[in-house]
């Protein structure tokens, strides 16, 4: 069974920094990219970064350039995004996903990230 669950949220301060970890299980890690996307109330899902456990490959979205960092731990099936610099608007509930021909396919229970201002 294809799971993903991800954990590492909470809630602070414009500035600061967290780490999101995303632990998979249930198929070969190092077949597939692994990406995180994020959604906050009121808003579409938005994809912020991936990391292509084939090649290394990795891509985030603009906003979040120069501020997160994603890695990938094959020998633990995890994959990081390390967020610094936080904005309020960064606030979302942020989940890991497999991806399968550039899709989202499988993902799991995410995480929130609250940054006060």
């Not at 959604?39 to 990391?51: D, F, L, M, N, T």
């Not at 942020?94 to 799991?108: E, M, Q, S, V």
């Amino acid at each position: 069974e294809v799971q993903l669950q991800a954990f590492g949220g909470g809630l602070v301060q414009a500035g600061g920094s967290l780490r999101l970890s995303c632990a998979a299980s249930g198929f070969t890690f190092d077949d597939y990219a692994i990406g995180w996307f994020r959604q906050a109330p009121g808003k579409e899902r938005e994809g912020v970064s991936y990391i292509d456990n084939r090649d290394g490959a990795t891509w985030y979205v603009d906003s979040v350039k120069g501020r997160f960092t994603i890695s990938s731990d094959s020998a633990k099936n995890t994959v990081y995004l390390r967020m610094n610099g936080l904005k309020p608007e960064d606030s979302a509930v942020y989940y890991c996903a497999r991806i399968w021909r550039w899709a989202f396919d499988y993902w799991g229970q995410g995480t929130e990230v609250t940054v006060s201002s």
